[in-house]
């Protein structure tokens, strides 16, 4: 069978061991428990596996215990076992939401045979989930990480996974490369999502003002405190802080801040009052704040403390087959914005686009966009950028600087053509089998161009 993930509680030592060895035996990962309340404090949604509990049990019988795990997730399966199984207990255990009742003494066959149906209905369960937040989070407005890298899917991926974990986050990546997206992104896909997003850069603010600025501050705690703020903290209260380029800040508001992340609750300035606070914080930075810390830049303390979660945005130019979809995207925004229609691109700017290293990344491929759109077919694209590129693929082979041309012009005709396969094997003078090759293997779809 395929190992599952199971949590076995069962108070006698002798029937909890016999148990686990013939589960392990059968490929399956267990941990026992002799108590319920223990084993509820591995029980989560996100718990990939199959709960298997004793009725008869102190302090928590099984009745209750699969009461409190359904509380958690009512969807988790959980297979009651019971040496005193009459027609009531079975009545009442399905009725209050269990997978199966097995009565002792029972065979290892027939146990395994209802974990089996059990862990593949788990996996269906979860996948659904999965399934209709990524249909949520595409079909509601808001923030939209564009990219079909492996780097960038796996980018998407980890913001779905941890939208809704409470933890604060901390994204590294080069300047332009999309952070503070990444940052929106959480917070919509979010439960919070219906709060405040606040964003502030530590860098742009004086140091005498930033800690007014984060915390808020009573009338009169300083010279020219006239009347009573609220500080960045407080207005994102139930929502998400974003503190952009956290290096830029202070190292005398970092102690506070740390407090902060640590208490939850805040002071304004002033204030002997403590407020509460149900937030998460998001930070971003474009440097190594761990050697920052070695070098006394910035506090280790708080290093550690916003390093629970990492999430690394990649620059432009480690995601080179991204570039014509970015391109194209901040072309029909800037296009939609002036109410002007857009040439197609030639091969010769799509080199020149492909080839450029992009130090400003994604901020600096919009602006290009921009002034594309603006300038149209007289804007000279080796005039715009080969000044600072010699006009090839650094670090790409060869067969990778065909493929890269190749992906892009199959993706142009289905863009142009609506995912028309007819369309676009006219359009390329491709024979049917190797248009249907060539998308299978960059992984096109005809769904994807066809709105």
Not at 29 to 58: C, Q, W, Y
Not at 68 to 82: Q, T
Not at 206 to 216: I, N, R
Not at 413 to 425: D, P, Q, W
């Amino acid at each position: 069978m395929t190992p599952s993930s199971i949590l076995l509680v069962d108070d006698e030592k002798a029937v909890r061991d016999a148990t686990a060895q013939s589960l392990l035996l059968a490929g399956c990962e267990v941990e026992t428990f002799s108590n319920a309340p223990a084993a509820l404090l591995k029980v989560t949604p996100e718990f990939e596996g199959v709960i298997i509990s004793d009725i008869r049990m102190p302090d928590m019988d099984g009745l209750e215990f699969l009461e409190r795990v359904l509380k958690i997730d009512r969807d988790l399966p959980v297979i009651l076992i019971s040496g005193h199984a009459d027609v009531a207990t079975a009545v009442a255990a399905i009725r209050q939401g269990a997978y199966d009742l097995l009565e002792k003494p029972f065979s290892n066959t027939q146990l395994l045979d209802v974990i089996k149906r059990a862990t593949e209905k788990r996996r269906l369960t979860l996948e659904n989930r999965a399934l209709k937040e990524a249909l949520e989070n595409q079909t509601r407005p808001g923030p939209r990480i564009i990219g079909q890298t492996p780097s960038i899917m796996q980018l998407r991926k980890m913001i779905t996974r941890i939208a809704n974990v409470n933890a604060d986050v901390l994204i590294w990546g080069e300047t332009g490369t999309g952070k503070e997206l990444v940052a929106r992104s959480l917070h919509e896909q979010s439960k919070r999502r219906d709060h405040n997003y606040v964003a502030i850069n530590c860098a742009a603010i004086p140091a005498s003002l930033l800690d007014s600025e984060l915390f808020g501050h009573e009338a009169g705690a300083f010279t020219g405190a006239k009347g009573k703020r609220i500080g960045k903290f407080e207005h994102a209260n139930g929502g998400t802080l974003f503190l952009d380029e956290i290096e830029g800040m202070p190292l005398s508001t970092q102690a506070p801040l740390l407090r902060v992340l640590q208490e939850r609750k805040i002071e304004r300035l002033g204030s002997n009052h403590l407020i509460p606070l149900d937030i998460r914080v998001v930070a971003a930075t474009k440097v190594d704040l761990k050697d920052a810390a070695e070098r006394a830049e910035f506090r280790k303390d708080l290093y550690y403390r916003l390093n629970v979660v990492t999430l690394e945005v990649p620059p432009l130019r480690a995601r080179r087959e991204d570039i014509p979809l970015l391109f194209q995207h901040f072309v029909l925004v800037a296009a939609a914005r002036c109410e002007t229609e857009v040439p197609p691109l030639n091969s010769k700017a799509l080199h020149v686009l492909l080839g450029h290293d992009w130090p400003g990344n994604i901020r600096e491929l919009r602006n290009i966009a921009e002034r594309y759109v603006l300038l149209g077919e007289t804007f000279h694209f080796d005039l715009a950028i080969l000044m600072n590129s010699d006009e090839k693929f650094d670090g790409l082979s060869l067969a990778q600087q065909v493929a890269c041309f190749e992906k892009t012009l199959i993706e142009q005709a289905l863009n142009r053509h609506k995912g028309n396969t007819r369309e676009v094997m006219d359009a390329l003078d491709l024979p049917r089998k190797t248009l249907t090759d060539k998308m299978k293997k960059y992984g096109l779809e005809r769904g994807q161009f066809q709105e």
